[in-house]
């Protein structure tokens, strides 16, 4: 579950969660938890001791209810089954049989074939249906992690170009930088090897924690202190919840961070921007003026920005509210920084957002087994393949990434497309040539057009997708 970081301004104590699943209470989690815990075979153990229990003192001479006209015991198994799946559910039978035999079996009793053979198949199809859905779960979970880190990419991008427009007709001649400049200069520090990189960083099984590895800090305070005119500010690192006292980067005089700080103290409760002026919680010994959270597209928190000191007539909505957009631009990119510098080094005039969205999809392969996949179509430099190469471009899915370049010879579009199997890769095909045929009368064949594919998570992003290229005839 994905905390969307609170908006200066807003109810900082309120934060607002993203649940694809509705919003479950309490009782209803207890009762049908979405992934089995590892504590779940004690608990199905004491829950048939306590059912079994209760059986038997409800009827000593027939625990079992045999003789009650209907299996109502078996229902104890079905519940077992339902939440925690086929194997626990079996368990929860192995207990019933086994309290048959030491009531009913000892006293030579007949075994009741059909009551038991019953009860433990319905256990079963109960089970295979926990199971199933217990994996379409933990499935949709993982999807929409991806589609919340992209959703809060394309709304930081958005709001930039939102508060472009507004900032133009503003002070266009006052202003050293613009927005647009603001997104290219964040992009290359996010990727610069602007510190030592981590022992083990460019392995392809290591994990490198975005919080050890901050490239361009100390250009990155700069280009912002420029952007939104702060005079004495610091970055200081945020590790399991408590802020270093090292700064990553200083400008203007030194001075240190009290962790203890008001502002410190409510940026790591809210996740959001903080001042001393706020109007809901106003604060009056505080030794900083603005309090800034740096937070990547998952939620983590990955260092704050401690401002001594900026004009007055910038300590304003619009400002604080671009201040906390570029940190967060910013850290995205961090988040995946290694991976996508790998991709950009080894793929000449790759974009920045499909490299970075190539790397979110090869980490989500690994982590959750989702399938992404990558489509390559070739058109012949001609007037017929240029139209065919347009026509197909206007009929991309709306969550696919595209990546036109053109040869001496080809056309080429490269089509990223997330959560997509070689099912769906192929209904792609089918329904752009569904469309040719509607358009011009022609398939994939008749139109020149060739088509090569390649499934994210086989191997390293950078060199999959050069071999792509290489196939497809670009010479990167």
Known sequence: ????????????SKPRYANPFGHLGAVRRLVAPAVARPFAVVETVVFMLVVLAISWAFNHDDPLLLRSGYPWLWFAPLVV?????????????VM?????QVFAGAAGAAWPVLYFTGGVLQTIVAG??????????????????????????????HYLMRLSHERLEKDLLSKPTTLRDSITELRRLSVAHGLETPVGAHDADADVDPQREMPGAQELLQFVAQACQIEVAGLFAVHGGRVEREALARLGDAFDLDPHDELVKRVLETMAVSHVKSEDRPVANSKLLVCAPLIAADGQLLALLAIRRMPFLSLNFDNLQLLLVLLGYYADGVEHS?????????????????????????????????????????FPRDESGDSFFEHVMRRRRSLDLMWPMKTATHSVLVNLMP?????????????????????FNLDLEGARVGVHTLHIGGMEPGPALQRLLKRSGVDV
């Open 1 to 12: 579950m994905n905390t969307v970081p609170a908006q200066p301004g807003a109810n900082a």
């Open 81 to 93: 089954a339902l939440r925690y799946g086929t194997l626990l559910g079996l368990l929860a039978s």
């Open 96 to 100: 019933m049989i086994g309290t048959w």
């Open 128 to 157: 295979h249906f926990g199971d199933t859905w217990a994996s379409r779960t933990v499935r949709a979970s993982a999807i929409n992690d991806y589609l919340n880190d992209r959703l809060v990419a394309i709304t930081n991008t």
């Open 338 to 378: 290694q991976q996508v510098r790998d991709i950009l080094e080894q793929v000449q005039g790759c974009p920045y957002e499909f490299a970075l969205d190539m790397s979110r999809l090869t980490r989500l392969q690994r982590t959750s087994g989702i399938a992404s996949s990558l489509v390559a179509l070739t």
């Open 419 to 439: 959560a997509t199997d070689e099912t769906g890769v192929d209904g792609y095909l089918a329904r752009i040539e569904a469309s040719l045929d509607a358009q």
